[in-house]
């Protein structure tokens, strides 16, 4: 997990002795004083306003540097109690603030919250390093680390320790002050520069966006996909056009559809130049200070580069092994895109196109080589797939047959948003666990993609249940218009749930190692692995019902989406592995080197590591790589390629084992789900799976080989 959102889980503890609301802000009206009345301390949204944040963060942080303060200065000799408790239960109001604040900047955003979001950045950064570089502070946490076997400490309490240690140091506890200083002035200026991207690039997706008059000129675009461009031009003031607003990939979901050849250009190439147009929203200076910045980072920490420095708390240790990682996946996916790209052209030779393939074309005449292949189209398989019912009689049942959970719609607990749906989640027993809110529709004031993440966190030290939140970017349908989705959506619905059940099921006492709070490359584990349910049979059949006749999917369609599972997975594959190889080149780069010009540093890293496939563009250029650059995901976009080998060996244990049943969902839940980060990553899939991962079901699944 990087240091950020570290420091954010461990301001996330409660503090019963915190001062009264009065005491300080000066008045009891900002709504993060106290923790809420709600259900789960879930937060009361039409009471917070815009205003309360800033106040509410640098109040937040104010009291626990007071706290940890006070810990570091205590007299008596450091003891786990008064040392690593009193740290876990610090900071309640920062963290209360800072869950909603993060939310809504990144799922619900304006103006005013992007400027208090770029003003308290640095001042963050800052006061994560007056703990982590608190010299007194340190000095306590090694010292109960040096005796730690000696204390019979249990083992959760014991990983805390450990955890806390390493954290410590990987945040340069253990540099000269001078150091200190320097590094100081480096995190502030990353924290504010890593907001200032997020920004831009927010600005440029909405400035990229391209607005048709001509409706011909969407050939092909459903009457549906028509009406929602419609609604998005009216929203923008265009009434009578048609906008097409741009999502966070380099590809366009609309690309498959379109028959204009001149429209899919036009479109592709607002995608892949959105942040580099020489304007206000141009991200490349930015991100080559972001690196160099970085790179200085890992030299003064004692490291060759900020890969090597990045990697220790994660399950893959070294660049080395995610290097010898992506050595084993490089020829095989590349050597498959080409087979792919050979029938693509095929297609559009047989058409008389009379052109070579470009990345604009590859979707749509993939798509025809898809109906050819396996005579299946996309337009055929949405109407069984809408999203209340995916989400309900797909999602939540396959959640019911593994665990046991049970979902009940609130209606009574304040959104942020209008779309947002809230659930409360039961377990077997009928106990409760926590809720469920979900945010699926893309707003122009959104950040791309989808993600999971906590409201409140899941502590017994500090008696709090998990709530939990989904954000997904599906284009919302026209007024009156059922949400239909395609199975691929469909995955990334299952897929975040698979985080949210890793929230829901944490079972931890201290918050910094609770739930989701684990490595990178283990966190997209649980999410991955919950993809699988979304074709399996049973769960299948009770979701994928058409919208409007409610009719079961006919076998043949069902036969030919999972004859279909491994087509364009070249393609796939190797659009992931050059950004996550992107990813990793940029944080190799040692602090010596000159600065780069990200355009050339681009096309030579893909070369060198034969990923410059001229039909095959990374799935993110590295002047949209939100992850890396804003995202928190810097030398650790491999994480999903790397989880994706555990999920798919994790689910082989599956079928090896009786598939999908209450007795292996408890086991799945008890001895990975549940656990936070409480034991070594590499223990717990061996006790699951019986030995270490396994590359070959992640190559079969990917249809890389047969064996």
């Not at 083992?155 to 001078?178: H, I, M, N, T, W």
């Not at 141009?282 to 972001?290: A, F, L």
Request: net charge neutral; proline share 4%.
């Amino acid at each position: 997990m990087p240091l950020l959102a570290i420091i954010a889980v461990t301001a996330s503890c409660g503090n019963n002795k915190e001062k009264s609301g009065d005491e300080q802000t000066g008045s009891s009206a900002n709504p993060f004083t106290e923790a809420s009345k709600l259900a789960y301390q879930t937060p009361a949204f039409d009471q917070i306003k815009d205003d309360d944040f800033q106040p509410a963060l640098e109040q937040g942080m104010k009291i626990q540097l007071e706290e940890m303060q006070k810990i570091a200065d205590n007299p008596d000799a450091p003891t786990f109690e008064n040392t690593l408790v009193a740290m876990e239960k610090s900071g309640q109001m920062l963290t209360r603030t800072n869950n909603v604040f993060s939310a809504l900047t990144s799922g619900n955003t304006n103006p005013k919250l992007q400027k208090v979001q770029e003003e308290i950045a640095p001042k963050q950064a800052a006061h994560q390093d007056a703990i982590y570089l608190n010299s007194k502070l340190f000095k306590r946490v090694q010292a109960i680390y040096d005796k730690r076997e000696q204390l019979k400490l249990d083992p959760e309490s014991k990983r805390l320790v450990e955890f806390y240690e390493q954290q410590f140091e990987l945040a340069g506890a253990k540099l000269s002050d001078a150091d200190k200083t320097k590094l100081k002035k480096l995190n502030e200026e990353e924290a504010s520069l890593s907001t200032k991207f997020s920004n831009l690039l927010l600005a440029a997706n909405k400035a990229g966006g391209i607005l048709f008059s001509d409706k011909a000129e969407l050939a092909g675009l459903s009457s549906g996909e028509l009406d929602a461009a419609a609604q998005d031009a009216k929203a923008n003031k265009q009434e009578g056009k048609w906008l097409i607003s741009l999502q966070n990939t380099t590809q366009q979901p609309v690309l498959r559809s379109l028959t204009n050849r001149a429209t899919r250009e036009k479109i592709f190439k607002a995608s892949w130049n959105r942040t580099e147009k020489q304007d206000a929203n141009d991200t490349r200076s930015t991100i080559v200070r972001i690196a160099k910045i970085r790179a200085d980072k890992a030299k003064l920490l004692g490291f060759p580069d900020y890969a090597s420095w990045k990697l220790q708390d994660q399950m893959a240790k070294t660049p080395a092994a995610v290097d010898a990682f992506f050595a084993q996946l490089v020829p095989a996916a590349t050597a498959k895109a080409k087979a792919e790209a050979a029938d693509i052209q095929a297609q559009a030779d047989l058409e008389k196109g009379g052109f070579k393939i470009q990345p604009w074309d590859w979707d749509y005449y993939a798509e025809k080589v898809r109906k050819q292949k396996y005579d299946l189209d996309e337009n055929q398989v949405k109407p069984y797939f809408e999203l209340n019912k995916v989400l309900e009689k797909g999602v939540f049942y396959a959640a019911n047959l593994l665990y046991g959970i049970t979902f009940t719609e609130r209606h009574d607990l304040p959104v942020y948003q209008k779309d947002v749906r809230v659930f409360e989640v039961f377990d077997k027993d009928k106990t409760t666990i926590g809720l469920f809110y979900c945010d699926y529709f893309k707003r122009d004031n959104k950040s791309g993609g989808a993600w999971m993440s906590n409201f409140v966190g899941q502590s017994k030290l500090l008696g709090t249940k998990p709530v939990i939140y989904n954000v997904c970017n599906f284009t919302k349908p026209a007024e009156g218009q059922p949400a239909l989705i395609s199975f691929s959506d469909v995955t990334t619905m299952f897929h975040e749930f698979g985080h949210g059940l890793h929230g829901l099921f944490a079972n931890q006492q201290y918050p910094a190692i609770s739930g989701t709070n684990v490595a990178r490359d283990f966190v997209e584990f649980p999410s991955q692995f919950n993809e699988h349910w979304a074709l399996n049979p049973q769960v299948f059949k009770n979701y994928a019902v058409h919208y409007k006749t409610g009719e079961l999917m006919p076998q043949v369609l069902v036969d030919k989406i999972k004859k279909a599972a491994t087509f364009n997975q070249g393609y796939n594959l190797t659009e992931i592995l050059a950004a996550a190889s992107l990813d990793l080149a940029w944080h190799k780069i040692p602090a010596s080197a000159p600065l780069q010009n990200t355009d050339e540093f681009e096309k030579a890293s893909l070369h060198q590591l034969k990923l410059d496939l001229t039909e095959v563009p990374p799935r993110y250029r590295t002047s949209y790589f939100s992850h890396i650059w804003g995202g928190g995901y810097g030398a650790g976009y491999y994480a999903y390629l790397w989880t994706e080998m555990l999920d798919d060996d994790a689910y082989s244990w599956f079928e090896e084992n009786g598939g999908l049943n209450r007795v292996n969902g408890q086991r799945f839940r008890d001895m990975i789900l549940s656990k936070g980060n409480t034991e070594d990553y590499g223990k717990l899939f061996r006790e699951f799976r019986g030995h270490d991962p396994k590359i070959g079901p992640m190559e079969k699944n990917r249809g890389l080989t047969t064996k």
